[in-house]
């Protein structure tokens, strides 16, 4: 079986192929490798796939929000299924430049839309995110709940991603499943995200910022786990049965969180970040910033009554588990 993998070069992407070529399968990794953050950890991840995966393994840098160029690079190829995790991400940068996000991921997915559509593929599985609740205040957040009123324009492009595979769905039956990722976190991960920008500003003994006066919880979800769900996604694709399916649809499309079911405590996650660096953390509290939500907690149980999704690694076992990797990659 050969997977087209998008965002290969990404945290979530990179550890998909991983695990698909651990089972032995095919990979086409579709990447733009672009300098949103370090582009040096993104070649050092393709680095290893490709170590891994030798000719299993294949890298395509295209731009996917580039219609004809994707055409171009992918012609020839074949593949089964697309696992779509290439995307603009983060909730604080969509305000800074709004239109990476519509390019990305909006043009970006209608074009993979057509990709699958196109090539007839069994199962396209894509990225979406917990951004999408907004500000729900019921706890914790169902796929049954509406989610109308988004924070950030970074969470409206993912519901609008929703919605434009509903549509695909209903008109040419392409089977899709959509998840709501939470808080993903590990070896390898974005440099941009929380647990990153405390690890490196504590051994670099800066002060480390702590948003909404540390007033926050968060569903944290270890990386292999978010892998198992994707996986388990993609090798069961939702039947076009007519059905209701988790989400609300009844066509061969559907919605699951995919978290790890516990709203952890900010102040919880810096505690064990600063046990595994071995020394603590100056902090600065700082306000709520714009777009972003001041707790997340993942209801799972449509994933886990369908797929048998059983999250497994809790932070006390993955914080330091990103902490030793981010020693070892640093040479620290």
């Known amino acids: 079986m050969t997977t087209l993998i ?42 290893k796939l490709a170590a891994d995966g030798g000719d299993r393994f294949r890298l395509v840098e295209a731009d996917l929000a580039d219609d004809a160029a994707l055409d171009t ?6 593949f089964d299924g697309i696992v779509h995790l290439a995307a603009q991400a983060g909730v604080r940068y969509s ?11 909006l043009v970006g997915h209608v074009n993979i839309l057509e990709l699958a559509r196109h090539r007839n593929s069994r ?50 039956r392409l089977p899709q499943t959509g998840l709501r990722f939470f808080t993903v976190y590990g ?12 690890t490196k500003a504590i051994f670099e003994g800066r002060p480390i910022q702590v948003f909404g006066q540390g007033d926050m919880r968060r569903d944290f979800t ?3 786990d978010i ?43 810096i505690e064990l970040i600063e046990r595994a660096c071995g020394r603590s953390a100056e902090k600065q509290l700082l306000p709520m910033q714009d777009g972003d939500v001041r707790d997340t907690f993942a209801d799972i149980s449509a994933i886990t009554r369908d797929l048998g999704y059983a999250p497994t690694t809790s932070i006390d076992v993955g914080v330091p588990r990103f902490v030793q990797w981010y020693r070892e990659y640093h040479r620290l």
């Open 227 to 269: 892998v198992s769900g994707i996986v388990a996604s993609l090798d069961n694709p939702p039947s076009d049965d007519g059905q209701e399916k988790a989400g609300g649809s009844l066509s061969p499309h559907r919605l699951y969180n995919i978290g790890n079911h516990r709203s952890e405590e900010l102040g919880h996650m």
């Open 187 to 198: 070896p390898w991960g974005r440099p941009d995200m929380a647990m990153w920008l405390f």
């Open 6 to 47: 998008t965002g290969a070069a990404g945290f979530i992407g990179f550890n998909v192929a991983q695990r698909l070529l651990a089972r032995g399968e095919q990979v086409i990794g579709l990447d733009v490798v672009n300098d949103y953050y370090s582009v040096q950890l993104k070649r050092d991840r393709l680095a």
């Open 95 to 105: 305000i800074e430049n709004p239109r990476a996000y519509v390019r990305s991921n």
């Open 123 to 172: 199962h396209l599985v894509y990225a979406s995110s917990s951004s999408v609740y907004g500000g729900n205040k019921t706890l914790p957040f169902r796929v049954e709940d509406r989610v109308d009123h988004p924070l950030s324009l970074y969470a409206a492009t993912k519901k609008a991603d929703e919605l434009m595979s509903e549509t695909y769905a209903h008109l040419y």
């Open 73 to 78: 690079a992918l012609a020839g190829m074949e």
């Open 222 to 224: 270890y990386i292999d």
